[in-house]
């Protein structure tokens, strides 16, 4: 299974875009990339998800490069809410295991 | 309604007591986990339950025990802990099916379990 490396610790102003890397370099043709973040005492709650293509929904962006060795999530207007622990995991298709990342901890400053 | 419920929050227990954990979730999944999270570390998952069966069993020992009692609920019954127990109990829900091929699991806010 592919595993995933993030930056341990992000910093961010708010209001300004948070883009939290990601790398996969070993990652399968079946295994998707997903995000979930888990702010603090909270349970982890799931951003976006990919296999390809890049994607967006209300809560951000999924840009994954045409290797698909890495990936990038963005937070387009951060705000101190955004305050978490973000994980980028990946998914074997059909299967029911999440490989998690260490987490990256970002923090918005006002 | 996307909420999976846990209770209770927080949980203390001596070594020798028997105590259960209890997960709900109204969104017709059937798919049903059970993760331990220690603290600055990302999940670990423990059980999965697949259309009110044990799918996964990911060599948890057997002072934990799972139960799904139908395909709401989902309880973790614990037995003989040990301190290194202790840890935030996580249960998640999701869509289940060969075809779901991109589902997301959906976290309760987990049980803060302390082990005396």
């Known amino acids: 299974d592919a595993k995933t490396t993030q930056p341990p610790s992000m910093d961010c102003a708010e209001g300004r875009a948070a883009n939290l890397p990601c790398n996969h370099s070993t990652i399968s043709g079946n295994e998707y990339v997903y995000w979930y973040r888990q702010i603090h005492s909270q349970g982890p709650q799931y951003i976006i998800h990919?296999?390809?293509?890049?994607e967006t929904n209300e809560m951000a962006s999924l840009i994954i490069t045409e290797d698909r060795k890495s990936s990038t999530l963005i937070l387009p207007h951060a705000t101190l809410r955004d305050t978490a622990v973000y994980y980028c995991i990946v998914r074997v298709a059909f299967r029911y295991q999440l490989i998690w990342g260490a987490g990256t901890k970002l923090i918005i400053k006002p | 309604d996307t909420e999976v419920t846990q209770t209770p929050k927080h949980l203390v227990m001596g070594m020798t007591n028997k105590k259960s954990l209890k997960c709900e979730q109204h969104m017709g999944h059937r798919a049903m986990y059970w993760y331990k999270q220690k603290a600055k570390k990302p999940p670990e998952l423990m059980f999965v339950?697949?259309?009110?069966?044990?799918?996964i069993n990911e060599s948890v020992p057997s002072r934990f025990s799972p139960e799904c009692p139908n395909s709401s609920l989902l309880n973790l019954h614990l037995h003989a802990l040990q301190p290194e127990d202790s840890a935030l109990y996580l249960c998640?829900?999701?869509?289940?099916?060969?075809?779901?091929?991109?589902?997301?699991?959906?976290f309760g806010p987990g049980t803060r379990l302390t082990v005396t």
């Open positions: 998640a829900s999701s869509q289940e099916g060969h075809l779901s091929i991109s589902y997301e699991q959906y």
């Open positions: 339950y697949s259309y009110e069966k044990l799918s």
């Open positions: 990919g296999l390809k293509n890049n």
